[in-house]
């Protein structure tokens, strides 16, 4: 069980947490104006790396908001937290 | 003709009454509360003062105050997100008040008093028993009175306050008190037999 | 002491003597094979077997068969719901029912049948549902009452009080497990033996391309030249994807399992159940083989999180309340690559001589013949098999897409 | 016989527990486990082996013993345990297992929970190391917790005699110890195995509480406890294993670990045989041959492999008439079942030469495996020690340590002395300065294991030199492996097994590796050791299911009204995990009576149901509107306020997630409802978007779900009883709309109530706060009762809502249906810039004029139901699979309201087949079916205003 560092709530058990997946994956601006292979895209290619990866959780059994975080997919190490709409910070795995 | 109400455990009462010496725990149902999402710290600032009670800045926290409504508590939820709780009937009231100290700031007000009940727990093994089932770290050095979390309770979420030494009121989602109920009674059970048997036939 | 007799299942046919010599990778191959889990060594054997094609290297990064090969609960059946579906997974049930002949090599493949249980109206409904599709696709499928579930598996708890009553099941008589280790030696040692090369301890770490065509692979022992390269890397299909610019719609997650020491026979069969997130079968020696659910994150750790365990424990006695004691031996994880519609990726790719096989997530172990025989097609012939065409990479920017998770909701 | 000596071991002579054995009667004291208490007895054969049925004995005293394996009866059947582990009780029944258990088919009647506990420093192990890293950390102020897999504190030291500082180790112990169970802040946990390290300081431990009570155990204890601790910082101080030497018919009874011998000895007061024979490669077995001499064992013999005896050690051994025999080693065993002799041989000499020794003993040491598991499992990394022949501790982990023999230190004060650093530096991690210094030990035991040979198999019969004893794998079996092309540890580990037993290799994982690097001939530190995995030792499923077992399995939620459904003898249906009233039975109703009354009664007068599991979510602010657009499929702003709206929701695939109905109740506030199972769905969707997406938007979301008691009344007469309850509302149908809502007093309780219809017919929904729900029910069956107002459950509702056509998301969709599909294009805003889903909508495949779509279907034969989830196909006669499927059946009811059976369907080009017959496989025949149109109730909508 990993401990994950709520930016709100402080460390807390990852049963408190709701996964999301890839960060940074904005809603395009104008979906209409997409290809079918863009709209793909955004709709189901996310990135899969084996090392640091910036994924967003939700401290959904706690304070319910969503943060973001840069996690080592080998170790499961969260190297950084950091709130939505800041940009990934730099991380050393 | 009016309708008598109903608590969400008004069916526990004996039940969880019969937990005692271990644990005092028993249901305060009917209480006023109100959700109110703001962030706008002067907005903050207004509802405080018109409740009588500033408003927690603190995560993880709760206050109490007192003013035009009695004795009010404002629980921290999430940031911007709080949880105004006070003696019965009010709800109507208070939401007008806070309404009002919002303003035009972003915000919402809304009366959640039946959502959910709070039980309140009291006696030293008060820890222990949470902690079979609440992965928070309830010691008095990191949970002092005054704390205030949202967690897990076994499979329930909760809201958890740390309101003296040894004594902590729990809200629970109504459709849940039930079971809530039921696994207080469950994790009770060891202790009141340690009660009548010797001591130290088990281990910690 | 206890009786003499020799408990079931204490005498596994014995492997044989020889299985295969580590090889040196040679400069050039026709087919690169990359993964050598059950899928890489099964494609290896088909090229081989059905297309003569024997000039193949299979890479295989740490140990033959140790992903999730070595890490999966063995559950074989077809009783999928889409017809895209059961299409693949028959035709790799009706090779598996001849592979221990095929290969000459003790498979284990017991065809003890496969519950999947209904707890709720809806998975009642879900289930016949699937039964009478399964039927129509020429798949042997039954639903069962509650009676009839417990005549198969008397150990399941059917009473109606429990928190989750079974209200019945959908039973496939062919279904069954089978022995995963023995399952990929054996194609190793029939592709070895047609001259296939096996090469442990090789990871490719790089793919080059030349005029839009696959060329060559870069390995931790050196550069290989390729004529063609077939991806069978299952957790890792997305790290190697990338390495010849392609991004693929998968997540690779810990999937967790676990065993407990060896009983007596008490489990006569394999029940899975989605509601209460069960899936146990009782393996050849005695153990008790059970999948927990899969964790939430991204991960290549092949570890997983406790919790997981523990949720799967209570489930599991809910169902079983004969496991109270039976103890946990050894838990372990794997690293599946989950697709967004539960199904494959298995063909072609933009880049020309690259060939996808993945996707498979938590249930491709029993796809490994068949998947195999059609993806050595498929590289063989530059064209999918018919069994693979539904499931391409394409599917996901047309929309057809062939959702196992929405409607059957059973994984493995 | 007995082999019990006169006196010593930590055992209470003067009680007597009684126990049997493979149905014998025998006896023990507080204090054993019942192995000791077996081989007090001179009972050496426990169980037989799985594979060859051979005799097995004890090899070990601890929880590494390979071979012990019982089945405890007493007071409930438990398989596969450690009769080294086993503690004694009066009553207890066993018997011996050949590898396998057997489950009881008796429900397990006793207690299991978890508990929660945070500390600063855990220390794991509590031998020497432990202990005084305890001591370090505790004594600085931090928060220290110490468990310790054994009943009592000492780890190594209670198998010994040794004296600490001029006083017994025991006393030196009892001091640590009470000085850290005084010590504020410290849990000592006995009986408590670590079994699991995971992330970030989490290791699970398991505490067996009253199983050595065995029939005292109190029923309302809980029997094992699993300890979810949460560290800052780990020392683990898990000691060494004792590792055997494999040679021909090393697995007889009576062939045991030297150091286990002592232990037996000194703890137990129980001697292993009579004569024995000492085979050695290191110095530590010398104590063992000298303890036992001392005690009245015949040590026939010390087998030192090594070229040369320690002189000291040798001397001691000539000193008590004990020879040793340099350079030598066992080579063989005799004995039908226990030992009764071993053959000795000069290590590499020439063959045919063996001596054979008369003994029923050996004692075996090939040195010693440090106990890393556990720091394994934290992903540390494993370096060998070539001289130690071990696996050790390769690098330093940020917040574990490693203190003790579990790093391959072996002598005593050294091993205190890293646990002193260990529990300081742990200490001062976690913030706690040092706290005063433990002073160190000093032992005066003579016998350390360092100068040690390392050898893993003496040459000889490969088939009888067992390496796992338990998996019955021998040395033919490894050399076999090898042969046939296998090269990795983790292949020669699953060709043969070794390791994968209940012991998980603790004494033969180490020996396979040697075997195998000395067969490839290559170097062990090349080599990477099979993984460790959790648990260390095994756990019960139920110690790990805990209390979230029967109701507390999965809470069950259940709405305020609950208690009158049950009153009123409903059966209940699971959506979720809320418990639902499906229908309510009279007088031995089945279901298809019960409902087709309810549905009647409904249609043609009132009736009323439970709707509170229904998801309702308040929307406020200044872009309430604008962000429901985005969400809905139709558009929301436009709504006016006291208006409802029904609505769709689809995910971003455009696939159906989700309905409701969105009612505006001010300018900047409105509320919608969900369905019961997507109510926490829907409110996290809500979120997502507004906190990832759409942060500027001014809406805030909060869930009111249990806030209110939602009761649809439904019927003609529905207008009727709302009447004669809410006495302050005009309820005509000019005043009081159809998709309109009203706040009033219902009962005399503040109510809000929506004109809606999920049935057709003229309907309303009243809200009250949960708590007046009951009252308020009570009210509207007390004013409906002169028109025979009849509840009803979720059975009736689906039947009257199908009658109409509308769609069960989860039912009728399974998100692979569009709201077109549906036939619900006229929900799909064409104007709307952009909402979820739409984009998909343009998709090849949303296109194609073949999509399964909503429809309704007609048994020609009206009688004839067919069974949901039914396939459709096209032809009168099934032809060879694979057949072509049209679609299924969805939902399918006999209808009171229209005197037959009808069924909805998914079915492919469903609204272009309007009016053609196709046809239903069920069981072995082909049931010919209409297509019509969805509603086939009330297709006006007559009904709808009363
Ligand atoms: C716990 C668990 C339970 C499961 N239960 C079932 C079940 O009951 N039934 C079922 O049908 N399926 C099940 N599965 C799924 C099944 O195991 C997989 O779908 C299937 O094994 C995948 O195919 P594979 O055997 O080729 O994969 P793998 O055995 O994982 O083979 C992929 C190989 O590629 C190698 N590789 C990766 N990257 C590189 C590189 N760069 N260079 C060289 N080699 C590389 C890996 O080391 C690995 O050996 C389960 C999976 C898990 C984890
Ligand atoms: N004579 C020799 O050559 C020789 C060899 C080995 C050890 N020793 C002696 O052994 C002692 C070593 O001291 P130490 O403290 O390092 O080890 P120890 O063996 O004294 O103590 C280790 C303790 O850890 C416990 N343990 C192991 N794994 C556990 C787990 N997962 N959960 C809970 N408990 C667990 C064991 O029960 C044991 O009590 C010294 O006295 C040393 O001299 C001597
Ligand atoms: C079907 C099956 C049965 C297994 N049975 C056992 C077993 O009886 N004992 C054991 O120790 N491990 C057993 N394992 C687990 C393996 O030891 C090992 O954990 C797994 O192959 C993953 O490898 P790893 O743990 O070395 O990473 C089994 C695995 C599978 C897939
Ligand atoms: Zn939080």
């Known amino acids: 069980m990993q401990l994950i560092p709520c930016p709100w709530c402080g460390p807390r058990e990852e049963a408190e947490f709701h996964y999301g997946g890839q960060a940074h994956v904005a809603y395009p601006e104008d979906p209409s104006a997409l290809t079918d292979e863009e709209w793909a895209r955004y709709l189901f290619f996310r990135d899969n790396p084996s090392g640091p990866f910036a994924e967003r959780w939700s401290h959904s059994a706690g304070c319910r908001r969503w943060f973001n975080a840069v996690r080592d997919t080998r170790t499961h190490d969260l190297l950084a937290v950091y709130r939505v709409g800041e940009p990934m910070p730099e991380v050393t795995p | 003709m009016t309708a008598d109400p109903t608590s969400p455990l008004h069916a526990w009462t004996d039940g969880l009454a019969a937990l005692a010496p271990v644990l005092a725990v028993a249901e305060r149902p009917f209480r006023s509360q109100l959700t109110v999402r703001v962030s706008d710290p002067e907005a903050i600032a207004a509802a405080g003062s018109a409740l009588g009670v500033p408003f927690p800045s603190t995560p993880c926290t709760f206050t109490t105050g007192s003013g035009p409504f009695g004795d009010v508590e404002v629980l921290w939820l999430g940031p911007g997100e709080f949880l105004v709780v006070a003696g019965p009937g009010l709800q109507i009231a208070i939401e007008e008040v806070v309404r009002d100290a919002l303003g035009t700031a972003r915000g919402s007000v809304v009366d959640t008093s039946a959502q959910r009940t709070t039980v309140v727990l009291e006696g030293p093994l008060v820890r222990d028993v949470l902690a079979h089932g609440c992965s928070v770290d309830l010691h008095p050095s990191s949970a002092p009175a005054g704390t205030c979390v949202q967690t897990l309770l076994a499979r329930t979420g909760i809201v958890l306050q740390v309101t003296g030494e040894d004594a902590f009121t729990v809200l629970v989602r109504s459709s849940f008190a039930g079971y809530l109920a039921a696994w207080i009674c469950d994790a009770c059970v060891e202790y009141l037999a340690a009660e009548v048997t010797a001591p130290g036939t088990v281990g910690a | ?412 | 016989m007995t082999f019990r000596t006169p006196t010593g071991g930590s055992i209470d002579r003067n009680t007597l527990l009684r126990f049997t054995f493979d149905g014998r009667a025998y006896t023990g004291h507080p204090g054993d486990t019942l192995a000791s208490a077996l081989l007090a007895h001179g009972v050496h054969e426990i169980g037989r082996s799985v594979k060859l049925g051979r005799p097995r004995g004890v090899v070990a005293a601890g929880s590494e013993d390979p071979t012990s394996l019982v089945q405890v009866e007493t007071p409930f059947s438990e398989p596969m345990l450690l009769a080294t582990t086993v503690e004694l009780y009066d009553g207890l029944e066993a018997r011996g297992l050949s590898g396998q258990g057997r489950l009881s088919t008796e429900p397990d009647p006793a207690r299991y929970d978890a508990k929660h506990e945070h500390c600063d420093v855990l220390v794991v192990g509590a031998g020497p190391a432990g202990l005084v890293a305890a001591l370090t950390a505790a004594r600085s102020g931090a928060r220290v917790v110490l468990a310790d897999e054994q009943n009592r504190a000492g780890g190594a030291l209670l198998g010994v005699d040794e004296y600490l500082d001029d006083r017994p180790s025991a006393e030196w112990v009892a001091d640590v110890v009470a000085e850290l169970k005084s010590t504020p802040g410290v849990l000592v946990l006995e009986r408590t195995t670590a079994f699991g390290m995971y992330q970030d300081g989490f290791v699970l431990a398991l505490q067996k509480r009253t199983d050595h009570l065995g029939f005292a155990a109190p029923a309302t204890a809980a029997r094992q406890r699993v300890w979810r601790i949460r560290t800052r910082r780990t020392v683990l101080a898990t000691g060494a294993h004792e590792r055997p030497v494999v040679f021909a018919g090393n697995d007889r009874p009576g062939i045991m670990l030297a150091s286990s011998a002592r232990t037996f000895l000194h703890r137990y007061g129980v001697l292993p045989g009579s004569r024995a024979v000492v085979f050695t490669t290191n110095d530590s077995a010398y104590c063992a041959a000298i303890d036992l001499a001392e005690s009245g064992v015949d040590i026939a013999l010390v087998v030192d492999a090594r070229p040369e005896a320690p002189a000291r050690l040798a001397a001691e051994c000539a000193a008590r008439g004990v020879e040793v025999r340099a350079g030598h080693v066992v080579t063989g065993t005799g004995g039908a079942g226990r030992v009764t002799g071993a053959h000795v041989a000069p290590l590499g000499g020439a063959p045919g030469y063996p001596d054979s020794v008369v003994c029923d003993t050996v004692l075996v040491s090939g040195g010693w495996n440090p106990v890393v598991g556990l720091f394994s499992q934290a992903r540390g990394r494993l370096r060998y020690d070539a001289g130690l022949g071990a696996f050790v501790p390769g690098e330093e982990l940020p917040s574990v340590a490693v203190a003790g023999a579990a790093t391959g230190e072996l002598d005593l004060t050294a091993c205190a002395r890293q646990g002193r650093n260990a529990g300081a530096a742990a200490a001062a991690a976690a913030g706690f300065p040092s706290g005063g210094q433990v002073a160190l030990p000093v032992s005066d035991s003579r016998c350390t294991a360092r100068s040690g040979l390392v050898l893993w198999r003496v040459p000889g019969d490969e088939a009888t030199s067992f390496v796992d004893l338990q998996r019955d794998a021998t040395v033919s079996d490894v050399l076999r492996a090898t042969g046939t092309g296998l090269r990795s540890l983790e292949h020669i580990k699953r060709y043969t097994t070794i390791g994968t037993a209940h012991d998980q290799g603790k004494t033969s994982g180490m020996i396979a590796a040697g075997i195998v690097a000395e067969a490839l001939g290559v170097e062990l530190a090349e080599q990477r050791p099979t993984t460790f995995r959790p648990p260390f030792t095994p756990v019960s499923f139920a110690a790990l299911a805990g209390r979230d077992r029967g109701e507390l399995h999965d809470p069950v939620r259940v709405t305020a009204l609950h208690p009158w459904h049950v009153a009123r003898g409903a059966l209940f249906e699971d959506v979720g995990q809320w418990k639902r009233p499906r229908y309510y039975p009279e007088d031995g109703e089945d279901l298809h009576a019960a409902v087709l009354r309810e549905c009647k009664a409904t249609r043609q007068s009132v009736g009323m149901m439970d709707g509170s599991t229904l998801g309702k979510i308040d929307v406020q602010g200044a872009d309430a509107g604008e962000f429901l657009d985005m969400l809905y499929t139709n558009v929301m702003s436009t709504l006016k306020v006291g208006r409802i709206r029904y609505g769709v929701m689809c995910g971003l695939d455009g696939m159906v997630m989700d309905d409701g109905t969105v009612i505006r109740v001010a300018e900047q506030r409105y509320v919608v409802t969900t369905t019961t199972g997507n109510a926490a769905k829907v409110l996290d969707w809500m979120e997502e978007w507004l906190q990832t997406e759409w942060p500027h938007l001014d809406v805030h979301c909060t869930s009111v779900t249990e806030h209110w008691a939602t009761i649809p009344l439904v019927g003609p007469r529905s207008r009727d009883v709302l009447a004669a309850v809410a006495p302050g509302l005009d309820v005509s149908n000019e005043a009081f709309e159809f998709m309109t809502w009203r706040d009033t007093a219902v009962a005399g309780v503040p109510a809000r109530v929506c004109r809606i219809s999920f049935s057709g017919e003229l309907a309303y929904e009243i809200n009250v706060t949960a708590w007046h729900g009951i009252a308020v029910w009570e009210a509207l069956m007390a004013a409906g009762e002169e028109y025979g107002i009849t509840p009803y459950g979720t059975e009736t509702m689906h039947v009257l809502r199908a009658e109409k056509g509308y769609p069960i998301i989860g039912q009728e969709t399974d998100a692979t249906v569009t709201p077109q599909d549906l036939g619900m294009a006229w929900a799909v805003s064409k104007k709307k810039a952009d909402f979820i889903g739409k984009r998909s909508f343009a998709r090849a495949e949303n296109n194609r004029p073949d999509r399964k779509q909503l429809v309704g279907l007609l048994p020609v034969d009206p009688s004839v139901l067919l069974p949901e989830g039914s396939q459709v196909v096209e032809t009168d006669r099934v032809p060879q699979p694979p057949v072509r499927m049209l679609g299924h059946v969805t939902s399918s009811y006999p209808s009171a309201a229209l005197g037959r059976t009808f069924a909805l369907a998914l079915v492919r080009s469903g609204r272009e087949r309007i009016g053609e017959t196709v046809y239903v496989p069920v069981e072995d025949s082909l049931v010919p079916v209409t297509v019509t149109e969805s509603v086939l109730y009330d297709k006006e909508g007559a009904r709808r205003d009363g």
Not at chain 3, 19 to 31: C, G, H, I, N, R
Not at chain 3, 60 to 71: F, I, Q, S, T, V
Not at chain 3, 378 to 390: G, I, K, R, S
Request: charged residues 15%; contains cysteine; hydrophobic residues 40%.
């Open chain 3, 1 to 412: 002491m206890s009786s003499s007799a020799q408990p079931p299942g204490a005498h596994l046919p014995e492997h044989p003597d020889f299985l295969w010599d580590d090889t040196e990778p040679k400069a050039s191959y026709d087919v690169v094979v990359v993964g050598g889990g059950g899928h890489g060594l099964a494609t290896a054997y088909y090229l081989a077997k059905v297309h003569g094609i024997t000039n193949v290297a299979v890479l295989e990064k740490g140990w033959l068969a140790g992903g999730n090969m070595a890490r999966n609960t063995t559950i074989i059946r077809s009783n999928y719901l889409w017809d895209e579906s059961s299409g693949i997974y028959e035709h790799s049930l009706k090779l598996w029912e001849g592979l221990e002949d095929d290969l000459g090599y003790p498979v284990l493949f017991d065809q003890r049948g496969v519950l999947n249980l209904a707890h709720s109206l809806q998975d009642v409904r879900d289930g016949v549902r699937r039964v009478n599709a399964n039927r129509l696709n020429g798949i042997d499928a039954e639903w069962l009452d509650p009676a009839g579930v417990e005549e198969i598996c008397p150990i399941v708890n059917t009473s109606p009080d429990v928190r989750h009553p079974v209200l019945g099941a959908t039973y496939q008589p062919r279904a069954g497990i089978a022995k995963h280790d023995h399952v990929a030696w054996g194609y190793a040692r029939a592709a070895h033996a047609m001259g296939v090369d096996l090469v442990q301890d090789c990871e490719v770490t790089g793919l080059e391309t030349a005029g839009g065509r696959i060329s060559a692979v870069r390995t931790s022992r050196g550069r290989i030249l390729a004529g063609k390269v077939a991806l069978c890397a299952a957790g890792h299909s997305s790290v190697l994807a990338k390495m010849a610019g392609l991004r693929l719609p998968l997540a690779s997650h810990p999937l967790q399992a676990l065993v407990s020491e060896l009983l007596e026979p008490v489990h006569p069969t394999v029940v899975m159940s989605n509601a209460v997130h069960v899936y146990v079968s009782q393996a050849h020696k005695g153990e008790l083989v059970m999948g927990a659910g899969i964790d939430s994150y991204n991960g290549y750790g092949q570890r997983g999180s406790f919790h997981v365990i523990e949720q799967q424990m209570s489930a599991a006695l809910e169902l079983f309340p004969v496991f109270a004691r039976a103890h946990l031996l050894r838990t372990w994880a794997g690293i599946v690559d989950v697709s967004p519609d539960a199904s494959p990726i298995v063909g072609l790719t933009p880049v020309a001589g690259l060939y996808l096989n993945c996707g498979w997530g938590t249930g491709g172990f029993k796809a490994t013949p068949g998947v195999g025989h059609c993806f050595a097609h498929t590289v063989a012939n530059d064209e999918p098999h018919p069994f693979n065409a539904p499931f391409t990479l394409e599917r996901f920017t047309t929309g057809a897409l062939v959702d196992e998770h929405g409607a059957a909701a059973v994984a493995h």
